[in-house]
């Protein structure tokens, strides 16, 4: 069982930037992939990056390309988002999330396991 533990989330102003992390404990060799999802108030849950944790490939939805770069560090198991230039539209609940084993990096795959959640809120 995978056990996750997301941060970096708060409150800032638009055009600033922000890093989060998600931590995966639990997380074999064979978990190829974490993503990025957000979830807006009232929208539907979108997959907006995910990275392939072997041989580092990385996608992007086209709402956050050239803004947010997605990380990882296989040794802690850890997978970074971070957003710059961030704006109102960007406020949401943003999850990670593990496909099944030996998944690859698909934003509109299939996700398994997911973490709490840490809120990102663009404000003035």
């Known amino acids: 069982q995978l056990h996750f533990v997301e941060s970096g989330g708060g409150l800032v102003q638009p055009g600033g930037s922000l890093r989060l992390s998600c931590a995966v404990s639990g997380l074999t060799f064979n978990y190829v992939t974490i993503a990025w999802f957000r979830q807006a108030p009232g929208k539907e849950r979108e997959a907006i990056s995910c990275?392939?944790?072997?041989?580092?490939?990385?996608y992007y939805a086209a709402s956050v390309k050239g803004r947010f770069t997605i990380s990882k560090d296989n040794a802690d198991n850890t997978v970074y988002l971070q957003m710059n230039n961030l704006k109102p539209e960007d406020t949401a609940i943003y999850y990670c999330a593990v496909p099944g084993r030996f998944k690859q990096c698909m934003l509109d795959g299939d996700y398994d396991y997911w973490g709490q959640g840490t809120q990102v809120t663009v404000s003035s």
């Open positions: 990275i392939n944790r072997i041989d580092g490939n990385t």
